[in-house]
């Protein structure tokens, strides 16, 4: 599992902006649900994904532009073995742009703070989803290029993002508690790191409550709120990943089973026909 608190590696600090692009040619996408304080944008090239943004849970399909603000949960699934391609941008706002005391009531400015809730998706072929998909491009390709004044050129493109998600009012401003939000993340943390280091392991919903020091009642209605997914939901989805990843060596499938903390080699091919929506060995 990816860090859950990712500390975002910039190939340049003074010039905090990176691009990649990831797809399923190589792994199936599966970025669990984690945080970090650079602004994500991502473009869904080809294909679908089950797509997180705090308590918002859609179907990212190709074509849509999600912008993912600072601090704020999310995560990336996709389905089976459907073909998603994704380009990824991301930045430190806070590093980007003007931050003196005149810039700071400008509306503008305001739309990559933290209590910013953008309307995601966005259509890529809508009026103001070309004018953001042409800088995502522009930014991505003077990344790869670092022709001479590309920082001049990705800072111009990123003004423009900033600009049309003003204009086109792309965004909602929330009030966001950040002591439920750090309790939150401090839930997951704990949550994940059990569920990573005892997923061959029964876990039961009491010690993984105990883990956060919540009532069972409590957790069970955090864990949801932040996932989308009941805990149990969550762990069997975890697991039937890591089998998936399994499925390509020489291991018998009631090994994998049982190494990946499915009770019975039935319970196993159940759950990974309902999220992968085929059985194992037809996968294989």
């Given amino acids: 599992m990816e860090p859950y608190c990712e500390n975002v590696d910039m190939p340049y600090n ?4 990176k ?12 970025v669990h649900p984690h945080w970090h304080p650079e602004i994500e944008i991502l473009f869904f090239i080809s294909g679908f994904a089950k797509q997180q943004v705090n308590d918002s849970f859609f179907t990212a399909q190709c074509g849509d532009i999600v912008i993912i603000g600072k601090e704020q949960l999310h995560s990336t699934y996709s389905f089976g073995k459907n073909k998603c391609e994704i380009l990824v941008i991301q930045f430190y706002a806070d590093n980007m742009f003007e931050q003196g005391a005149n810039y700071k009531n400008i509306v503008s ?37 670092k022709k001479t004044a590309y920082e001049n050129m990705i800072k111009a493109a990123l003004y423009c993002v900033k600009g049309i998600l003003t204009r086109s009012e792309l965004y909602t401003v929330s009030q966001i508690n950040s002591e439920s939000t750090l309790k939150a993340h401090s839930m997951l943390e704990k949550t994940f790191k059990l569920i990573d280091e005892c997923y061959s392991e029964e876990i039961t919903l009491g010690k993984a409550a105990l883990t956060s020091n919540f009532s069972v009642t409590h957790f069970c209605r955090l864990f949801k709120k932040v996932t989308g997914m009941t805990f149990y939901d969550y762990l069997t989805f975890y697991r039937v990943n890591r089998a998936e990843r399994m499925l390509n060596s020489s291991k018998k499938m009631t090994e994998i089973a049982f190494e990946c903390g499915f009770g019975s ?6 759950s990974f026909k309902k999220y992968k929506k085929c059985v194992p060995s037809k996968y294989k």
Avoid: A, C, W
């Fill in 109 to 145: 400015y305001k739309n990559f703070r933290n209590e910013v809730i953008y309307k995601n998706p966005i259509k890529s072929d809508s009026n103001e989803g070309q004018i953001l998909l042409q800088n995502i491009v522009s930014i991505h390709k003077e990344l790869k290029e």
């Fill in 14 to 17: 003074l010039f905090p902006v």
């Fill in 265 to 270: 080699v039935s319970t196993f091919i159940r």
């Fill in 19 to 30: 691009s990649f692009e990831t797809s399923t040619m190589e792994h199936v996408i599966e």
